[in-house]
C-alpha cells in the first residue's frame, strides 16, 4: 500500500532513472489555475464536465483520476483552451483565459502520443516549438543545452525518434514542454503507452523534473499507484463532477 515512506523512499532513488536534479527553482511567473463552474456538453447529451470548480496552486502538482468518460481530459483540454467551455470561467495567475487560444495562455502540454516528427533529429523536434512561435534565436543554443543536461538527452540530439526506446522518446516530448520555460504543464496520460517498468521509472523523472522547475503540473491519469505517488493533490472524477480533492495522504486515510 501506498505510504509517505513509501513516497520519501521513491523521492531517494529518482537518480537511478538518468534524470539530472539541479537544485530546485521558481518558473518565471508561476501561475495558478481556478476553474469557476466550468462545464462542457457536447450536443444533448449528459455533461462531459458538469460545474466543475477547483483551485490549483501555483507550483503545485495535481492530478486529475478517474475511470474512462468521467471528465478528466476533457477537462484538461478546456484549461489547455482546445475545448471551448459551455458554462463557466478558467483564470491563470487570476487572468481569466476562457476565451484566449492555447498559444495565448503560455502553457506546455504532453500528450499520450509523443507527437514527434519522425523526419527531424531530437535536436530539431525539441527546438521545433521555439521555432514555431519565432522566439529569439540567439537563445536556442542555451535552452537546448540546459534542457538536454536536465533530461539526459546530450548523447542522443542527433539520433530520430525511430532509433530511441519508449523512455527516450518520451524524454523528447517532456524536452518541448521544458524548453519553452511555460509556467504551467499539462499532462494527458503521458504514460500509458509504456511498459510496468518504465512507466515506475517515469513517474519519478516527471515528479523529480516538476520539482525541479517548480512550474505548476494538471496531470491526467486512471492509475490510482500513478496519482498516489506523484501528486501534491489528487483530484477524483466521476461522472463529470468532482467526487474528492484531497492530498494523497489524506486519500490514503480514508
Known amino acids: 500500500p501506498w505510504s509517505r515512506t513509501h513516497s520519501r523512499r521513491q523521492d531517494r532513488r529518482r537518480d537511478n532513472s538518468g534524470l539530472r536534479r539541479p537544485a530546485r527553482r521558481k518558473a518565471r511567473n508561476m501561475s495558478s489555475i481556478v476553474l469557476e463552474g466550468l462545464s462542457r456538453q457536447f450536443g444533448g447529451a449528459r455533461p462531459a464536465v458538469d460545474n466543475v470548480n477547483l483551485t490549483i496552486e501555483a507550483g503545485s502538482f495535481t492530478v486529475l483520476l478517474g ?24 483564470l491563470m495567475n487570476g487572468r ?9 495562455r503560455n502553457i506546455a502540454m504532453v500528450f499520450q502520443s509523443y507527437a514527434l516528427f519522425p523526419h527531424l533529429t531530437v535536436r530539431e523536434n525539441i527546438l521545433f516549438g521555439l521555432k514555431v512561435r519565432k522566439e529569439a534565436r ?24 525511430s532509433q530511441l ?13 521544458v524548453i519553452s520555460e511555460a509556467p504551467i504543464c ?48 489528487v483530484v477524483i472524477m466521476s461522472g463529470g463532477r468532482i467526487e474528492q480533492h484531497d492530498t494523497p495522504d489524506s486519500l490514503y486515510a480514508s
Do not use: F, W
Open 186 to 233: 499539462l499532462m494527458d496520460e503521458p504514460l500509458s503507452n509504456l511498459d510496468a517498468q518504465l512507466r515506475q521509472e517515469m513517474r519519478r523523472e516527471i515528479r523529480a523534473l516538476q520539482q525541479s522547475l517548480g512550474i505548476t503540473m494538471v496531470y491526467v491519469t486512471h492509475d490510482q499507484t500513478e496519482a498516489m505517488s506523484m501528486a501534491d493533490r
Open 96 to 104: 481569466d483565459v476562457t476565451a484566449l487560444s492555447p498559444r495565448e
Open 165 to 177: 526506446s519508449g523512455g527516450q522518446q518520451q524524454r523528447v516530448a517532456l524536452g518541448r514542454a
Open 138 to 161: 540567439d537563445s536556442y543554443a542555451e535552452r537546448l543545452a540546459r534542457t538536454a543536461r536536465l533530461l539526459g538527452l546530450e548523447q542522443l540530439l542527433d539520433r530520430k525518434p
Open 67 to 90: 475511470p474512462s468518460g468521467c471528465g478528466k481530459s476533457t477537462t484538461l483540454r478546456m484549461i489547455a483552451g482546445l475545448e471551448t467551455p459551455t458554462a463557466g470561467r478558467i
